[in-house]
């Protein structure tokens, strides 16, 4: 009484292996996606590392998108225009990274040069 029939008991036990074998299977393939895209994260964060920081003086540009410096008047893009507002014109000394590739810098800090 209330039991299953031995057929409608082995479909039951089937559809739970299916869905368990299912559940797992998503799981692994979550854990890849989540697996491969902290790798593409920690590869863009080697590139920002392998900029070393410098201590460069020179001239902010009047638009504040451009760096000239004193050392060899060599002109680099400022990436991040921001860090220089309200200095634009003036002759600073900037820590920044340099991408030498692009012929960019990322400024961290500046301060007025003496």
């Not at 039951?12 to 790798?39: H, P, R, W, Y």
């Not at 960019?104 to 007025?112: D, Q």
Request: proline share 2%.
């Amino acid at each position: 009484m209330g039991s299953c029939p031995t057929g409608l008991a082995y479909l039951k036990e089937n559809n739970m292996k299916m869905l368990m074998t299912i559940c797992f299977a998503l799981a692994l393939l979550t854990a890849g996606v989540a697996s491969a895209q902290d790798t593409m994260h920690n590869d863009n964060m080697k590139g920002d590392a392998s900029m070393k920081a410098v201590h460069v003086t020179g001239k902010v540009s009047d638009d504040g998108k451009m760096f000239v410096s004193d050392k060899d008047s060599k002109s680099w893009t400022i990436n991040n225009p921001e860090a220089v507002k309200g200095h634009e014109g003036h002759h600073v000394t900037l820590t920044a990274q340099c991408n030498a590739d692009k012929n960019e810098v990322h400024v961290m800090s500046l301060k007025m040069a003496k």
